[in-house]
């Protein structure tokens, strides 16, 4: 059931594991020693503390943020994706589809009208339009495509809400 696996296992934090988490959030490079003078704690169980949050997949890793501009990817877009048929297998077949698409750097499962919702990154409008007329609109079981191009981006903030 795909609904099981939308929900994880929570692990009940203290205020000194929620400081943790803020301070990689903000900056996942910061040292263990650094991390230790902030939350007032030695280094030894700033560290054990980490690793915990890692090992029960509060932190689920850590990434770079690349700017695209340095690159020359000038197209972000996102693509409302209806499908034909909605069963598990089907939903499945989908997503899988999405893994083998580079362009695609996001995909997340909507209910309502839309059943996909897809964050696309092309070099330039040409490569997306190439990549939406012959790999989105012609996978199986696409129904329809809706896409809005990004104009600027406002905010975009890592992580979650932490207090």
Known sequence: NWLEGCFVK????????????????????????DLSKKTGISAPPTLRRLRALENEGVIEGYH???????????????ALVGLKNQSEDDLRAFEKIVWGWPLVRECHMLSGEVDFILKCVAKNLTDFK??????????????????????????????IPLE
Do not use: C, H, M
């Open 64 to 78: 770079a943020k690349i700017n695209k501009d340095a690159l020359g990817y000038e197209v972000v877009a996102w």
């Open 10 to 33: 929570k692990k009940k934090l203290d205020t000194v594991d929620y400081q943790i988490l803020r301070l990689v959030q903000d900056n996942a490079r910061i040292t263990n020693s």
């Open 130 to 159: 190439i990549f939406l007329a012959d790999e989105l609109t012609a996978a199986p079981n696409v129904s329809n495509v809706k896409t809005s191009l990004e104009i600027r981006k406002i905010k975009n903030l890592p992580g």
